[in-house]
């Protein structure tokens, strides 16, 4: 599987929006590094 990076964003809130608005339908991978690493695949209907 190939991909790009679509958008990179500093938190510094305990929350955050990420707007999907204007990307394509399909499968996306977001991932989140600091102390410690998250990642999450969701689609985007």
Same mark, same amino acid.
């Given at each position: 599987?190939? $991909?790009?990076?679509? &958008?990179? @964003?500093?938190? &510094?809130?305990?929350?955050?929006?990420?707007?999907?608005? $204007? +990307?394509?339908? $399909?499968? +996306?991978? %977001?991932? %989140?590094? $600091? @102390? =410690?690493?998250?990642? =999450?695949?969701?689609?985007k @209907?």
């Amino acid at each position: 599987m190939q $991909g790009q990076i679509i &958008t990179s @964003k500093q938190i &510094t809130q305990n929350t955050s929006e990420i707007s999907l608005q $204007g +990307y394509s339908f $399909g499968v +996306y991978f %977001l991932r %989140l590094s $600091g @102390k =410690k690493s998250f990642s =999450k695949s969701f689609i985007k @209907k």
